[in-house]
């Protein structure tokens, strides 16, 4: 069974940084892409940031600059440095893993809680 655990959510004044963290556990092959999304309050998910197993991060335009995507293969983490936060960043955030295991298939984490307080 394999679970996407994240973790690092939180409240924080506008200007502040925080760091995300989410860890794959269970019987793993390989993880390829692995990235962040984010859903606000009557709003639809969107893609924050992604990551790919070897190659070039992507970003959305919104937080180009200010957050930043990496892993540790060896941890089977992904992780999301955000600074700079802005209020219009609250939303819960959610890890997504492209992971093979006893087959392919994308996982997600539960999502944890961004509060930016302006």
């Known amino acids: 069974q394999v679970q996407l655990v994240e973790s690092g959510g939180g409240l924080v004044q506008a200007g502040g940084s925080l760091r995300l963290s989410c860890a794959a556990s269970?019987?793993?092959?390989?993880?390829?892409?692995m990235g962040w999304y984010r859903q606000a309050p009557g709003k639809q998910r969107e893609l924050v940031a992604t990551i790919p197993s070897t190659g070039s991060t992507n970003y959305a335009d919104s937080v180009k600059g200010r957050f930043t995507i990496s892993r540790d293969n060896a941890k089977n983490t992904v992780y999301l440095q955000m600074n700079s936060l802005k209020p219009e960043d609250t939303a819960v955030y959610y890890c997504n893993a492209d992971i093979s295991a006893w087959g392919r298939k994308a996982y997600w984490g539960q999502g944890t809680q961004v509060t930016v307080s302006s």
């Open positions: 269970g019987t793993i092959f390989s993880i390829n892409a």
